[in-house]
């Protein structure tokens, strides 16, 4: 709503892979002569994070067009001051121009969210190594070594964490919405090192053994799941957010300890079968936003405010991980069958 082009900056490397060279240069162009960080908007460091760094780099990275990174650059330098709290943990939102940071007023005590905060890596990493700044570098260092400290209960990453005392919010572990990409960057951290940084895989490690020994179980009827962790307990519910565990587990086969290649592969795909039956009981063949596994249910949604779709990528994602790894044709299969759904309600 700030007129900063979102779609525009975040399509631009899929625009350049499909060589559509004509749209990408009508991108450029746009950026060059319209995108700019001065606004007085308050934006999620995450979105901001992942979307305009991320698409700018890529971008960059594609083509080689200097004005890519100079403007990733020049953004990234409005996001450092959300880093300015007590932990170095920052907050959720951040001023681009008055640099004040707050948290979602919906997060418990304060908190910010594992999923923001810890999706950062990956780009801060990268403007360090262009800019030779060593300040990005050391913010997402500093946050996984405040994260290496804690005392994590039974292994797992609670979803909230207060930038103010350094402690843990509320108990609630998710491997789909809050949670998810926090595992993700930690395993591409560790590729993108050229598998060097063993500190991020074995963080990675761990985290999935204390997933896989508390909240992925099978159900009655046979379909494997990751359920949440609320309090002491294990709610049977899996969101379309988390269906992208599916094709994360199959790209960290390679690497995983003790020889277990083969269980995550397996893992990933009996949660792609899982999500591919969430899409496959609903009337339209497409996935709710949330599905049950329990009370006689299995991979259906329950609730009113579960049951629409929004395009989320997630199922498609693990999937195309899934093919490119096993050459299953039934997973090209299962994503042709959503486009062909998706298009008939265009």
């Known amino acids: 709503r700030f007129g900063m082009g979102a779609t525009i900056v975040d399509a631009l490397d899929t625009l350049y892979i499909m060589g ?14 319209n995108l700019d960080f001065s606004v007085n908007a308050e934006v999620s460091v995450f979105e901001v994070n992942i979307r ?18 100079v403007k990733a650059v020049q953004l990234a330098e409005k996001l450092l001051p959300a880093f300015n709290t007590p932990t170095g943990i920052p907050w959720a939102m951040v001023n681009l121009k ?94 993108m090192s050229d598998k060097t940084d063993t500190e991020a895989r074995k963080t990675y490690d761990d985290a999935i053994e204390a997933i ?20 002491g307990h294990l709610e049977r519910k899996m969101g ?31 949660i792609a079968h899982t999500c591919h039956e969430s899409y496959d009981r609903t009337v339209l063949k497409l996935g709710p936003e949330a599905f049950k596994f329990d009370s006689g249910l299995e991979a259906v949604a329950v609730r009113q ?13 693990t999937y195309w991980y899934m093919w490119r790894f096993t050459h299953d044709p039934k997973y090209r299969q ?9 298009i008939s309600f265009q």
């Not at 305009?52 to 990174?69: D, H, M, N, P, R």
């Not at 405010?305 to 994602?317: A, F, S, T, W």
């Not at 299962?334 to 998706?342: F, M, R, Y």
């Open 52 to 69: 305009f760094i991320g698409g700018l780099l890529a971008a960059y990275y594609l083509s080689g067009q200097e004005v890519f990174k």
């Open 20 to 33: 559509l060279h004509d749209e990408f240069k009508d991108g450029q162009e746009w950026i060059e002569q």
């Open 212 to 231: 896989e020994r508390h909240l992925i179980r099978k159900s009655n009827g046979g379909l494997t799941f990751i359920g949440e962790w609320k309090n």
């Open 98 to 191: 008055s640099g004040v940071g707050r948290n979602w007023g919906w997060a418990s005590a304060g908190s910010s969210i594992l999923a923001e905060f810890g999706t950062l890596h990956m780009e801060f990493v990268h403007l360090t190594y262009l800019t030779g700044n060593p300040a990005y570098y050391q913010k997402v260092m500093h946050i996984r070594k405040l994260l290496a400290k804690m005392d994590r209960p039974n292994g797992l990453y609670p979803n909230y964490l207060n930038p103010r005392t350094g402690r843990w919010g509320q108990h609630h572990t998710s491997v789909g919405g809050l949670g998810d990409s926090f595992y993700e960057y930690l395993l591409k951290a560790w590729l």
């Open 334 to 342: 299962w994503g042709w069958e959503a486009v062909q759904v998706s």
């Open 305 to 317: 405010n579960e049951k629409y779709y929004i395009l989320r990528p997630e199922v498609i994602e």
């Open 240 to 270: 379309h957010l988390t269906c992208f565990a599916g094709g994360m587990f199959a790209l960290g086969a390679d690497g995983s300890p003790d020889d277990k290649a083969g269980h995550y592969l397996q893992l990933g795909a009996e």
